[in-house]
């Protein structure tokens, strides 16, 4: 089946079995290998891209249920102008340890900042639900409303 959705704000039509995970199709089709598979349950956040403006787990989003979306992965994130303020963010209090579940965090990351210019401790904890192995969660809530105060600068 051919399906068709804007990826990173370019149109992409790609041949694929409908049932194909979305990550899978981004990953080994269109060659964008920022988004990493963890658990293939939806339940880490590793594969976690926007579908719409939504913080999306993509190892069992069926590409199929794609067609017409505006898909957006941790490589649409930067601009002509650097990294988004929630990367510069991440690195400059040194968020990431491994850095494998870190794609999946920073996009669960933007799109609740999108929703929610100035979450609360409780606002950050309901949203982000990704798993972090390293355990950097105490780097995590601080960094959050700290990229959320540079989004509003």
């Known amino acids: 089946m051919t399906v068709t959705f804007i990826l990173n704000g370019e149109p992409q039509t790609v041949e694929a079995d409908p049932d194909m995970p979305l990550l899978w199709v981004v990953r080994e089709k269109l060659g964008l290998t920022g988004t990493k598979f963890g658990c293939g349950i939806a339940a880490c956040g590793a594969c976690t891209m926007h579908v719409d403006g939504v913080a999306t787990r993509t190892c069992v ?4 249920d794609v067609e017409g979306a505006e898909v957006r992965t941790i ?6 102008n650097g990294l988004s303020a929630v990367q510069a963010t991440w690195l400059e209090m040194q968020v990431p340890q491994c850095g494998y579940c870190q794609s999946g965090m920073i996009m669960a990351v933007e799109a609740l900042l999108d929703e929610n210019p100035e979450p609360s401790d409780d606002d950050i904890d309901a949203a982000i639900t990704n798993i972090c192995r390293c355990g ?3 780097r995590i809530r601080p960094a959050v409303h700290a990229a959320a105060k540079r989004r509003r600068a």
């Open 61 to 64: 989003l069926p590409v199929g």
């Open 136 to 138: 950097t969660y105490a």
């Open 75 to 80: 490589e649409g994130l930067s601009d002509e």
